[in-house]
DNA sequence: AGCATATGCAACGTTTATGTTGCACGATTT
DNA sequence: AAATCGTGCAACATAAACGTTGCATATGCT
């Protein structure tokens, strides 16, 4: 099944800033944390992690939880798998074409549609 | 050798946008086009889709060779495979932490900077 | 109850992204 | 040389991202 586009992009965004990159490899490395934990070390505001956390859970890449007073994020790995899968499927239509460029390349049949 | 972290956001910022994932869906499965042949099909300006490209190429997700006077597009592979990486390295990381974790919850040996 | 802790929410300000339009310029074609 | 094609560049407009501050609220501890 070919990944499906229009959902890989939100995800690639949200992975996009050094902050929520920062985020997934603390909760990676050191299992569920609280807001205030992952803030600690951080040069930015409680709230702005706030919304980096949000943004992350909107894309599905976290989950959080209510545990008494705190709310405890953890990483999602299925929507990681997503991206992976995304760039797997790019490289290896890339490698087609790469292939099939130097097929072209080697055989003066030239194919119309193949650019260059 | 654990990928830069430093480098590996801008790139993720670079994939996080349909018309980009769009541009480097077609130069990946047809091969190195120019801007005009980039831009055609697509709802916005040419002028749009210039800086989209100059967006993935300042990450080195595509290379640009003048042709004429044409400006050709290509895709770079190896950047792609830092991103991948990067993914494998997260991935990774979470499966031993659920590992750990696994592992903490069986024996009441708690370490402290464990959550939770 | 009283206090500290963990968050949420809302109002702002600033910067960055994204897109458009209009026009100039060099290369190709006729 | 003239018309056409492929681009670049600059000025603008709008919207979204990111971060801060200030204050309200709920939970947990003494």
Same mark, same amino acid.
């Given at each position: 099944?070919?990944?499906?586009?229009?959902?890989?992009?939100?995800?690639?965004?949200?992975?996009?800033?050094?902050?929520?990159?920062?985020?997934?490899?603390?909760?990676?490395?050191?299992?569920?944390?609280?807001?205030?934990?992952?803030?600690?070390?951080?040069?930015?505001?409680?709230?702005?992690?706030?919304?980096?956390?949000?943004?992350?859970?909107?894309?599905?890449?976290?989950?959080?939880?209510?545990?008494?007073?705190?709310?405890?994020?953890?990483?999602?790995?299925?929507?990681?798998?997503?991206?992976?899968?995304?760039?797997?499927?790019? #490289?290896?239509?890339?490698?087609?074409? #790469?292939?099939?460029?130097?097929?072209?390349?080697?055989?003066?049949?030239?194919?119309?549609?193949? #650019?260059?």
């Amino acid at each position: 099944m070919s990944p499906k586009r229009s959902s890989a992009a939100p995800v690639f965004a949200a992975l996009g800033d050094d902050t929520r990159l920062g985020l997934l490899r603390r909760l990676s490395a050191e299992g569920p944390l609280s807001i205030t934990r992952l803030s600690e070390g951080k040069r930015v505001t409680r709230q702005a992690i706030t919304r980096h956390l949000d943004a992350l859970g909107r894309v599905g890449l976290v989950r959080d939880e209510w545990r008494g007073r705190e709310r405890v994020f953890a990483l999602d790995a299925k929507r990681l798998e997503i991206a992976r899968q995304y760039l797997d499927h790019v #490289a290896a239509q890339w490698d087609a074409a #790469a292939a099939r460029l130097k097929a072209f390349v080697e055989s003066p049949k030239a194919p119309k549609g193949t #650019a260059l």
